[in-house]
């Protein structure tokens, strides 16, 4: 079946530093991937979408990378803030669906 | 703030009884997709509807109905609930059908809790 993997085990890192967040995903080529952020209790907030002909997109100090090759996106946050601790989540349709991975929770100490 | 509304935020209901869950979308999206997010997981698509019809459906028993309206607002009945249909129940509005490239845009969900 098809699969959107993201590492589940929490990212803690130091304000200030680079966060990196892969997203995997198995069984099929989807022609974009897409990432949003989830505060507690709240519903997910989109952030960057990447196009399967796009190596790279960049927002501000967000970063997106898309490697059909590994089947796989790296999405990075330079300069980390504390403001920026949240579940970050990867998503790509699956028809009329969007295939969510399970996310990863993010906390940036100052 | 996405401008999608979801009613009630919190629901508790006892297992067989129905639930009826609604949600305004965002001025201008003519579709509306449904999600369910248990605790710890990624959101789960329940179904899609476009213009007044679904469009898409989810692994859900079909105990999971929807509808929506012509101002795009939409509904979401679950009957004979069980224990695991507590989550947080999430509406999303776009501006076209998922599998095009439509970034959605959620609301803040209800947590529906099956007692």
């Known amino acids: 079946s098809q699969k959107i993997e993201q590492n589940s085990e929490a990212l803690n890192i130091q304000e200030g530093k680079t966060a990196t967040l892969t997203c995997n995903y198995t069984n099929y080529s989807p022609a974009y991937l897409q990432w949003y952020r989830q505060d507690p209790g709240r519903g997910p907030v989109f952030l960057l979408l990447?196009?399967?002909?796009?190596k790279e997109k960049r927002k501000e100090r967000l970063k997106v990378t898309f490697d059909t090759t590994l089947k796989q996106s790296l999405f990075h946050i330079t300069a980390s803030q504390p403001a920026d601790s949240a579940t970050y989540l990867c998503a790509a349709a699956t028809g009329y669906a969007l295939n969510f991975g399970k996310g990863t929770s993010l906390l940036v100490t100052p | 703030e996405t401008g999608v509304t979801q009613s009630p935020t919190h629901l508790i209901k006892t297992r067989g009884q129905q639930v009826t869950l609604r949600c305004s979308s965002q001025?201008?999206?003519?579709?509306v997709s449904w999600y369910q997010q248990a605790l710890g997981q990624g959101p789960q698509f329940i179904f899609q509807y476009y213009r007044e019809e679904e469009n898409g459906r989810g692994n859900f028993p079909p105990r999971f109905s929807g509808l929506q309206f012509p101002n795009y607002s939409s509904e979401l009945n679950v009957n004979a609930l069980e224990l695991d249909d507590s989550a947080l129940y999430l509406c999303?509005?776009?501006?076209?059908?998922?599998?095009?490239?439509?970034?959605?845009?959620f609301g803040s969900g209800t947590q529906l809790s099956v007692l």
């Open positions: 999303a509005s776009s501006l076209a059908k998922t599998g095009v490239g439509e970034k959605l845009f």
């Open positions: 990447i196009r399967e002909n796009e």
């Open positions: 001025s201008g999206h003519n579709t």
